[in-house]
Each structure stands twice: as structure tokens, then as C-alpha cells.
């Protein structure tokens, strides 16, 4: 293998490296809570206040639980739905599952629900724009006990540290957004593309 394959393959791998280096980020883990009266996100530490909420009322019908939104908390907007474990759950498909508000939940079992959380506040519909780099995603294990008060209990949450990130549901494991991908591998071949002409360079000379 000649000098400039070796540098070659060294750019390669700094690029590969750097993509490795941003998935090595760790989840946010407890960040999401439920009562009978509200849900709320924290991603910042809860003695803070949550980052997003929605306050919602409850009612019966049919022997399954219904909840409809009355008012938000201030902060980042906030999309909350309910999801099936074991998927990505990213900017590409958040918006896209059931909202909890209005779906008919089963008394005593567990299910997960999903929030994406953008930057303006919203009751529960997609935003018009975007999500952007700032934005996270989460899901928490939840269950209506009917036999208890207060009826809702979270049992695990995970969110994602920021919105390069989406979030296997169910688990802590991340995944980088694809656009994220893209950006980070082109910034570490564009670094070590300058070594190699630099390198070159010197070789020439």
C-alpha cells in the first residue's frame, strides 16, 4: 500500500471515529413524570421546574381512561404520544404516532407513551416548523392503576441529550439523527483532508 493510500485510510477512519465519538453520548434517565392532572418532561434538574408540560382533565368511558389537555406550562412545546417499544423515535417520525390526548387507555396496563419537545409552546399538535438541533426526544412506561390514587404511575423514562440524537424506545440506546451523521462525518473528513494536503505538502517539499 503506497504513502497517499495510507493517509487515504487514515482520513477515513478519523471520519468513521468522529461518527462513533458523537453516538457515544449517554441518555437522560427519570425524566419524565404523570399524575392524574398532568404530565411534564425535565431535562433540566427537576428542583428547575419541568422544560414542558401539558395539564389535562380525565374521564371514563367504556371502562377506558380519556385525556383531554386544559392548559401548558411555559417553556419548550412539547408533542405527546403513544408509541410501541423498540423503535427509533427521532426528528424523522415523532410526530407521526397517536397523540395520548384523546387515545383510550387501558386501566392497569402498561404502555409507553413518546414526547418530542421543540422551542415554542403549543398544546399538543405539530409544530409548523422543523425540529431543530435543540429538540429532544423521550418515552416513559406508564400504567393507570384503577385500584390506586393517584391512578398514574411512571416505572423508566429515557430522553435523548439533544436533537442530533433520536432514542430506541424503551431503552437508553441512541441513535444519531441522519442528517447529524452526515454533518459530523463530512466535519471529520474535512479536517483531515486538510492534514492530508498538508502532509503532501511537506512530502512534495
Known amino acids: 500500500m503506497g504513502r ?7 482520513c477515513l477512519g ?4 468522529s461518527v462513533q465519538s458523537a453516538a457515544a453520548q449517554v441518555a437522560i434517565t427519570n425524566c419524565v413524570s404523570i399524575n392524574d392532572t398532568g404530565v411534564a418532561a425535565y431535562y433540566s434538574p427537576p428542583a428547575l421546574g419541568p422544560s414542558s408540560g401539558i395539564n389535562f382533565s380525565t374521564a371514563i368511558a367504556s371502562g377506558r381512561v380519556i385525556l383531554t389537555p386544559t392548559n ?3 417553556g419548550m412545546q412539547s408533542y405527546w404520544s403513544i408509541v410501541p417499544d423498540g423503535i427509533a423515535f427521532g426528528s424523522n417520525n415523532a410526530l407521526s404516532f397517536p397523540s395520548l390526548f384523546g387515545a383510550e387507555i387501558v386501566p392497569n396496563q402498561v404502555f409507553t407513551i413518546g414526547v418530542a419537545m421543540d422551542m415554542f409552546p403549543f398544546v399538543n399538535v405539530p409544530p409548523s416548523a422543523p ?14 392503576e384503577a385500584l390506586q390514587s393517584p391512578h398514574f404511575v411512571v416505572f423508566d423514562s429515557a430522553a435523548t441529550p439533544s436533537g442530533d440524537y433520536g432514542i430506541i424506545t424503551g431503552t437508553t440506546e441512541l441513535v444519531p439523527e441522519p442528517e447529524s451523521l452526515v ?3 463530512i466535519g471529520g473528513f474535512v479536517i483531515c483532508f486538510i492534514w492530508l494536503c498538508r502532509t503532501l505538502a511537506v512530502l512534495a517539499g
Open 183 to 185: 454533518l459530523i462525518a
Open 4 to 10: 497517499k493510500s495510507v493517509i487515504l485510510v487514515g
Open 14 to 17: 478519523c471520519s468513521f471515529a
Open 131 to 144: 425540529f431543530q438541533t435543540n429538540d429532544k426526544f423521550g418515552w416513559a412506561h406508564v400504567e393507570w
Open 72 to 74: 401548558y406550562t411555559l
